[in-house]
């Protein structure tokens, strides 16, 4: 059941059964179809990963979830994630930079999902990467 955009009620008024399951029920019922596909998350690999380097999504028809940690001198860290059906990929998806912190080390987290058959990728010009685990929602 597809979410529907929530009735606004007014002072006084009378709530039928048919209003209240529509607007209440129904979109309550779509929420928990999307959260139940957190049940069916599974975990494909921890795989030995480097960056700048294509991977592709070889997963049959499953969306895969990429989750990583880049870490390194907090001055100017960054990561970048790249999706795309063909390779190299390069539809940015995730960029993100730390404030300069010149005296310490910092780390990255970084999310993104990847379409089934697509490529990706993750870049840092000054990080080393610290942790790379792939998921697959069923």
């Not at 070889?58 to 880049?70: E, I, P």
């Not at 907090?74 to 995730?94: E, K």
């Amino acid at each position: 059941m597809a979410w529907t955009t929530a009735r606004t009620w007014v002072t006084d008024e009378i709530v039928t059964d048919t209003l209240f399951n529509a607007h209440v029920r129904d979109n309550l019922s779509a929420v928990k179809s999307d959260a139940d596909l957190l049940d069916t998350l599974s975990l494909v690999t921890s795989p030995t990963r480097v960056l700048a380097t294509n991977y592709q999504n070889s997963n049959g028809n499953k969306t895969m979830f990429v989750r990583a940690y880049v870490y390194g001198a907090a001055v100017n860290l960054d990561a970048a994630a790249y999706i795309g059906s063909a390779s190299p990929a390069g539809t940015l998806v995730v960029n993100r930079q730390l404030i300069p912190c010149p005296t310490t080390l910092g780390q990255i987290a970084v999310t993104f999902q990847v379409p089934p058959s697509w490529y990706y990728r993750l870049d840092s010009a000054n990080g080393t990467l610290r942790d790379w685990v792939e998921h697959l929602i069923h």
